[in-house]
């Protein structure tokens, strides 16, 4: 039988993995949600965040908040000039377009990433503040983890803020919901859209640079992490912030508690969930009947 | 104020409107008549910018919009759909709010509000209600209230009546002309009920399948049974 | 018969049928054997896709399933089972067989929706499929394949790589007569396409839409079989990599860039993928760069892919 420590060390293990999805998901939902792009190339940008992180810390020599800090802004930028000049053409046309131009990118991005840094693994050291663990039961409960939970709940908080309180973040709300309306109102939707691209780019960036210091830095490492992304926006509802942060907690629990059983039924796990989804509720849990264009 | 010339409209393939032309001067009340299916929405679309039409002009204020992007043109213009268009997930107030940051003065778009309330008191307490939840009615009364709002000099009512309680609509008729009286705001209201277009309009076009078939005074229309014999509307109780 | 070849030249997609089928049955001898044979199998399985988004004209992420079970059914087999190795071919329809089972699965269940929510069921189900066969790894060996398929053989006599090719270019022009005839020629192919330009429309004259694309997508299904055992047999290996699911975005590439709206266009598709990797290779390593920087200049400015600007190729 299980002690209870070992099943509060999985439940606070899978929160943080969910936390984790949670955070790239959003990203990724919004960008559907709102520009009908389905962004392959998110896990391009993971591995760049984490790219940058590496270089602020080894390169410029600053610690790790400033590496987490430049990872989301840098990657942020990136992704508003790369919606201003290349996906804002994806817009309106057949989804397939926008997915394989950005499959496209994703090769594209990543093969740079070879050029420049190599095919290495690089390692981000967990920053002395966060090393070692919360003791329970026999074994410690890693305080990274426990941090990784504690930032992902901030940075949701704070799109979620973000988008609840201030005039952009009511546009984009509002084009999620009815584009055309919103833009019939007098709102130009085009600053809205790049803000989107722009953050959901940043939460992939800043999603690899925390991720970083658990799996090591390499230019295919967000490759695995955004198919379970996919599952977990169509369970949470494409196009809901709030879902994929709910979807992606009960995937990070999912794959936790069932890999007891084997680590590659946890992941078959998420994808039977999702199929289920699709077949009792594809709009998801959190979805909102089909947008208005 | 709206001047439309010679509008040829398509969906696909095929001809909706044919040659429309009418006028709205500054201050007037003007509603469109016809059955479902003879162009009325898709006229009021055109005028938006939601439809692009094949050839004609849409002049407001003297300048010609029919290459303008939605957003520039709507900055002057208030809209209320006939299918509602509420942003769901946003509640009352947020629908009203977001369509205030799209005209030249949002703060006074917002002052508005209140006193559009009180024609449609039902939903006062309701802003802080997200769009979806509400009634067939009361989301009525809120699309109603967005396009109301709106500080500009021109907005258009697409079947504005539709679901409201008859007292609710003696409030929208009256709230329409008050803004005019306070604002000189014109109206373009496009119905298949006559009871408001006969009640507070200045004149009336008739259209038929998509073409005008009429354009007169509220008097004239039912002197000459313009209303019975071409536009084949029954009088509603 | 003189008249009738002219005849049938006339018709531009005809023309290009009969190049490609030039191209291939010379290959071996312009370029090098393993390269022929990739553009042989890929284009196959290119094609196979463009079923799904030609014909039917959705986006599908799960195609590598149907590659991957073709494969490994007929890979598995030949490794397994103790039988003569003359008699061993039959282990290659038996993995088309599979892969239609597969098919007729995915498709029974990801065709009750359209659009992402189409794609994404079918990588759900590609996903499992993947996570299943990793896990069974006393059968399937895991992540790290199987080595050493034995490839059957004619009478005594052992395949070579040239005879292989020829083999496989046989079964290549029967394929890709059989989806001429049921998606460009038969009366089915204007049902399908029909539906594919209004559903709504074709199941209010009778035809029972769902159905229609489940057929389409089991035989897209058995193609991406074909492949798949080609392959095995080709490699003697069965790996993770033909159920991955960057597979998908590889064929999708393939058929997009060649113009999935031209019945030869995923074909040409890979054959250009396949070559620009191979001659890029020889100067770097970094072929993916070129490639995805291709992929989206291509995507941008041909839409319709390379062939689909041509109207009179287009279905």
């Not at chain 2, 300048?63 to 942003?87: A, S």
């Not at chain 2, 067939?136 to 009546?161: N, Y």
């Not at chain 3, 059914?73 to 039959?90: E, F």
Request: hydrophobic share 55%; net charge positive; aromatic share 10%.
């Amino acid at each position: 039988m299980l002690s209870s420590s070992v099943i509060v060390s999985l439940f606070l293990s899978g929160l943080a993995t969910g936390m984790v999805y949670a955070l790239l998901a959003g990203g990724l939902t919004l960008i559907f949600g709102l520009l009908g792009v389905i962004n392959f190339a998110h896990y391009a940008f993971i591995a760049v965040g984490a790219y940058i992180a590496l270089e602020v810390l080894d390169a410029a020599g600053l610690n790790f908040w400033a590496a987490l800090a430049i990872s989301l802004i840098g990657v942020g930028l990136i992704g508003f000039l790369l919606e201003r000049t290349l996906i804002s053409r994806l817009y309106g046309q057949n989804p397939a377009i926008s997915l394989i131009f950005t499959f496209g990118l994703a090769m594209a991005v990543v093969e740079l990433l070879r050029m420049v840094k190599g095919t290495a693994f690089y390692h981000i050291a967990v920053p002395s503040a966060l090393v070692g663990g919360v003791p329970m039961g026999d074994a410690a409960f890693p305080t990274y983890r426990i941090f990784l939970l504690v930032i992902g709940a901030v940075l949701f908080f704070g799109v979620w803020a973000f988008l609840q309180k201030t005039p952009t973040g009511l546009i984009i709300r509002a084009a999620l919901c009815d584009r055309g309306m919103t833009r019939a109102c007098g709102v130009g939707v085009t600053t809205a859209f790049a803000m989107t691209f722009s953050i959901g780019l940043a939460l992939a960036g800043i999603g690899g640079a925390l991720m970083a210091p658990m799996m090591g830095v390499f230019p295919e490492m967000g490759a695995e992490i955004l198919i379970v992304c996919f599952a977990v926006i169509v369970i949470g509802g494409m196009g809901s912030f709030m879902g994929s942060l709910v979807a992606g907690l009960i995937c990070g629990l999912l794959s936790s508690f069932i890999t007891l059983v084997s680590p590659q039924m946890a992941m078959a796990s998420i994808f039977i969930f999702m199929a289920l989804i699709l077949a009792v509720r594809p709009i998801g849990l959190f979805g909102e009947v089909g947008r208005v264009d | 104020m709206l001047e439309i010339q010679d509008l040829d409209v398509f969906y696909g393939g095929t001809q909706v409107l044919f040659g429309v032309s009418l006028t709205v001067k500054k201050g007037e009340i003007v509603s469109i008549l016809g059955r479902n299916g003879a162009g009325k929405s898709t006229l009021l679309k055109s005028v938006v910018g939601f439809v692009t039409p094949k050839q004609g002009s849409i002049k407001v204020d003297g300048k010609d919009i029919v290459h303008w992007p939605l957003e520039k043109r709507t900055k002057g213009i208030g809209y209320q759909p006939d299918t509602k268009r509420l942003f769901g997930t946003l509640t009352a107030f947020e629908n009203i709010r977001v369509s205030a940051l799209g005209t030249k003065n949002a703060k006074a778009t917002m002052g508005n509000v209140e006193g559009i309330l009180n024609y449609f008191h039902p939903i006062k307490g309701m802003m802080n209600r997200r769009a979806a939840t509400l009634s067939g009615g009361e989301q009525q009364m809120l699309t109603l209230t967005r396009a109301l709002a709106r500080e500009v000099g021109l907005i258009l009512l697409d079947e504005p009546s539709a679901g409201l309680a008859p007292a609710i609509r003696d409030n929208l008729a009256q709230a329409v002309t008050d803004q005019r009286d306070k604002s000189g705001c014109s109206f373009l209201i496009v119905e298949q009920e006559i009871n408001i277009p006969l009640g507070i309009s200045d004149r009336i076009y008739g259209l038929l399948n998509g073409k005008i078939a009429f354009e007169g005074t509220p008097k004239e229309a039912v002197e000459t049974k313009a209303i019975e014999d071409i536009l084949m509307i029954s009088k509603k109780g | 018969m003189l008249t009738a070849c002219k005849k049938y030249l006339t018709n531009n997609v005809n023309k290009s049928i009969v190049i490609v089928i030039i191209f291939l049955a010379i290959s071996p001898f312009i370029i090098p054997k393993s390269i022929a044979m990739d553009i042989l199998i890929f284009g196959l399985l290119a094609m196979s896709y463009g079923i799904i988004q030609g014909h039917i004209g959705q986006v599908s992420f799960g195609h590598a399933a149907l590659f991957g079970t073709g494969a490994y059914v007929t890979g598995l087999l030949l490794y397994y089972v103790d039988i003569p190795s003359s008699a061993a071919w039959i282990f290659f329809p038996a993995g088309v067989v599979g892969a239609v089972i597969v098919a007729l699965g995915m498709g029974a269940l990801s065709l009750r929706r359209r659009g992402a929510y189409f794609a994404l069921t079918n990588l759900a189900l590609l996903q499992l499929i993947y996570f299943i066969v990793l896990q069974v790894k006393g059968l399937t060996g895991g992540d790290d394949g199987k080595w050493g398929i034995p490839a059957p053989t004619f009478g005594s006599i052992p395949v070579t790589p040239e005879s292989l090719y020829y083999l496989y270019f046989v079964i290549f022009l029967v394929c890709l007569f059989l989806m001429k005839r049921m998606f460009l020629d038969s009366p089915n192919a204007l049902v399908l396409h029909a539906i594919k330009q209004d559903e709504a429309r074709a199941e209010s004259l009778g035809y029972s839409v769902y159905r229609e694309m489940l057929k389409a997508y089991a035989l897209s299904g058995a193609f991406a079989g074909v492949a798949g055992a080609m392959y095995a047999i080709q490699m003697q290996y069965v790996g993770m990599s033909y159920l991955h699911w960057s597979l998908n975005g590889t064929v999708i590439i393939m058929a997009m860039l060649g113009g999935v709206n031209v019945f030869i266009g995923p074909f040409l598709g890979a054959a250009i993928l396949i070559a620009l990797k191979d001659v890029i290779s020889m100067y770097t390593v970094h072929w993916q760069l070129i490639v995805g920087i291709l992929v989206m200049v291509v995507i941008l400015g041909l839409r319709e892919g390379i062939l689909g600007r041509f109207k009179s190729l287009r279905f």
